[in-house]
Structure formats: C-alpha cells, structure tokens
C-alpha cells in the first residue's frame, strides 16, 4: 500500500512540474501582431478591454513571445499629464525709480501676445552690482491702478560665493497678462544706485494626457438600487477590471450643482464597492462636468445627490480612461503574439525599463494587434498543467499522511516493555 502511495505521489508531482521551459503553452488565448517590427526595433501595443477581462493575474500572466517561444522585453506604460515651464520675454512698461522712505524701482510686465492666457508663476530679474538683499513685491496689473498682491521674494547677491545668488521670485499660478512688480533697494545699502537691466517670466504649458473611450452599455436600474433623492444609472463596459477614470455628463440645465459618488463590481449581485466620486456644476462664470474616479469594474454604478431638487436633465454620461501600453523591443524578426490568460506564471522580469523611460516609450509606434483567439500551443498541454497548484498542494498533503503513516508503523513495531 505504502508503495502504491509513493507510486501516486511521485505521478503527481512529475504532473505538476511538467515542461515549464515551454512557456507558450502555459497560456489559453493570445492576440498575433499585425505588422512585427524588425529586431532592435522598439513599439508599444495598446491593451485592449479583452486582455484586463481575461487575464488570470494582470500583468504577471502576460507574455509577447515570437514563434519560436522567444520572450520579447516589455514593460506598462501609462500617459499621464506633463507641464513644461517655458521660459518667455516680457514687455517692460512704465518703469521708473520712485524715491522716498523705501526706494525702488516699479515697472509693469505685459506677457507675451504669443501666449495668450498662458499660466505662469515665477519671474527671473537680473539687476546690477553686488553684494546686496533686495526685496521685490509682485501684484496684479491693471491700467488703471494695483490690485490683489500676488507674492513677494528676494534677489541675493553675495561678494564672496558664486552659488549663493537668487535671481527668481515666484507666486502662486496665475494667468493674468499684466503685473505689476516692485524691486527695493538693499537692505544692507538703502541709498544704493541700480539698475533692473532683464526681466524674464516662466510660462507653464500643460500637456493632459490621451484619453480613450469606455463603451458602455446603460442597465436598468433595480428597484432596491432607487432613491427618491438620487438618481443612479448603471453602466455595463462588458470586461471586468478594464479601470474607468473619468466620467463625464452632459446636462441640458443651465444652472445646477450636485454631488456625484460612484461604485462598481466585476459578479452581478456582490456588493457594490465605492470607487471615488466628486461634484459637479454649471454657473454663469465656469462649469465642471467632469470627476475622477478610480473603477477597475464592469459595471459602474454612478448615483447623482438632488435632495428636494428637480432631477438634472442628463442626455448622457460619457466613461473614458487613460490607455495603458505595452511598451516592447521585438528581439526577433519572427511573427510574435501577446499571450495572455496564463498558468501559475510569477511576474515577468526585464530590464527595458531601466534601459530607457516612461516618457520616451509613449513615443514609440503603436503595432496594432489582431482578434484575440485560443493559443494553439495551449492545446497540446495536458489538463492538469491548469491545476498544477492545486494538484501541488495535493502533493504537500500527500507527503505529510505518509510520513505519519510510517512514524505510525514504525511506533507499532517497537516491542512492547
């Protein structure tokens, strides 16, 4: 009996361990690339709504694997906002020395016409000689006289150290055209004589980041999920775990303002899970018709607080999300496929990242994939490599009976005293 147990055990485990070299096996469905690039060449593949829904364990059963089993590098790539300050040449007006208890120059800075509504937060003023602690005071500009101080800071010059110089002031995020700026003689010399000779301003240019569209189909919604002070919509994307992060509403209104919270869930009928919300409205000077959220679900739940209001005419709720890439170096010329949905696979790792960054990847071509499809290499895999933890665990147990089996016997065995 012992022997017949060993005999199963060692069965099993021979299942489990398997061929794990042959790693194209270890998945059930795969995308095949369009057009392969060339060795040495680098791409991105856009993940698609049927990988996040079919992935065991997303990303570490993700693979991009050639025909020949040759694992190609990759790593997730994710867009995100960018701003860039830039540095312009502003129009000088109305300067002048003004004397009295604190002497100083003032002048006004008219931003450049070529950005027009541009924000910017710091000013870079070169003045003459040495040695010195000056005071500077920034305010908005009008025509017609100052309002609203918008920062104040110092330019610093010391005789005997290069490096312990300030020549930049900055103020909060403004996009104002005009501003008004005071620089105050030293502190250390206040009858000293000199001149505002360059001023320069820091022009921010925000790039936001790509977006892609959630389909979505609208559900009825059940009568236990109604409220008479709320109302909630459901939306059903189709693939679990695909991330939504914005939701947008058209609304007809002209005047409103309501507070938005959003849940989800990937199983009908589990408990809906909070993914964040926000508020929207729409005034006479602005409006916001937009939140973030954070709802890896198919189905989105979004419920919309009127309390004693009138219902918002809502035409449509818009979901999008920023795509996520594989960003890849093809390390063959042999047509290639992104395998996913796989077996006990621990998290691949590479080294693309390290060798290049975030930035520069979302600029790589974008290789299209094909229709997702079973992978044929899956189908020459016997059953068990699917259940291979499970048949693991087995084999732990298995091991553990027979050692107290045979601590057992061997205890009955012992001549009695």
């Not at 604190?102 to 950005?115: A, G, N, Q, S, Y």
């Not at 300030?166 to 620089?183: C, F, K, Q, S, W």
């Not at 009908?268 to 005034?283: I, K, T």
């Not at 960054?357 to 016997?382: D, F, I, K, R, Y």
Request: charged share 25%; proline share 6%.
């Amino acid at each position: 009996m012992k022997k017949l147990l060993f005999a199963f055990l060692m069965t099993m485990a021979l299942c489990a361990l398997g061929d794990k070299s042959d790693v194209a096996s270890r998945f059930e469905l795969c995308c095949p690339l369009a057009d392969p690039p060339a060795k040495g060449v680098r791409g991105r593949l856009r993940i698609p709504g049927d990988v996040f829904d079919q992935s065991r364990n997303f990303p570490a059963d993700l693979r991009i694997l050639d025909e020949n089993g040759t694992q190609w590098p990759f790593f997730i790539a994710k867009p995100s906002d960018r701003t860039f300050s830039e540095k312009q040449t502003p129009q000088i007006l109305n300067k002048a020395f003004v004397d009295g208890p604190e002497p100083h120059w003032e002048f006004d800075l008219v931003m450049p016409e070529d950005k027009p509504g541009a924000v910017h937060n710091r000013l870079e003023i070169s003045t003459s000689g040495n040695d010195f602690v000056r005071r500077v005071e920034i305010s908005r500009s009008k025509e017609g006289g100052l309002s609203a101080h918008l920062g104040s800071g110092y330019l610093i010059s010391f005789p005997n150290n290069r490096n312990a110089r300030n020549n930049r002031i900055t103020y909060p995020d403004t996009d104002v055209a005009r501003l008004h700026v005071n620089v105050f003689t030293s502190a250390k010399n206040a009858d000293e004589h000199f001149e505002v000779q360059r001023v320069a301003v820091y022009c921010q240019d925000k790039i936001s980041a790509e977006r892609e569209p959630v389909d979505a189909t609208q559900c009825a919604v059940p009568e236990n999920e109604t409220d008479k002070r709320t109302q909630t919509f459901i939306l059903d994307s189709g693939f679990q775990k695909r991330p939504v992060e914005f939701i947008t509403f058209e609304v007809t209104d002209a005047s409103f303002a309501r507070c938005v919270s959003v849940s989800g869930r990937n199983v009908e009928n589990e408990q809906w899970r909070n993914a964040g919300g926000g508020e929207v409205h729409r005034f006479e000077k602005g409006e916001k018709t937009t939140i973030s959220v954070r709802a890896p679900y198919r189905w989105v739940k979004i419920s919309v607080r009127q309390d004693d209001n009138l219902p918002l005419d809502i035409r449509s709720i818009r979901m999008e999300a920023i795509p996520r890439y594989l960003a890849f170096e093809a390390v063959s010329e042999l047509p290639a496929r992104l395998c996913f949905r796989g077996w006990d696979l621990p998290a691949p790792r590479y080294d693309l990242r390290t060798r290049t960054s975030e930035a520069t990847s979302l600029t790589w071509p974008v290789v299209e994939l094909e229709a997702m499809q079973p992978n044929v290499s899956a189908g020459s895999v016997c059953f068990y490599r699917k259940y291979s933890s499970l048949i693991g665990a087995v084999i732990i147990g298995g091991v553990s009976l027979l050692v107290i089996w045979i601590i057992i016997s061997m205890m009955r065995r012992q001549p009695s005293p």
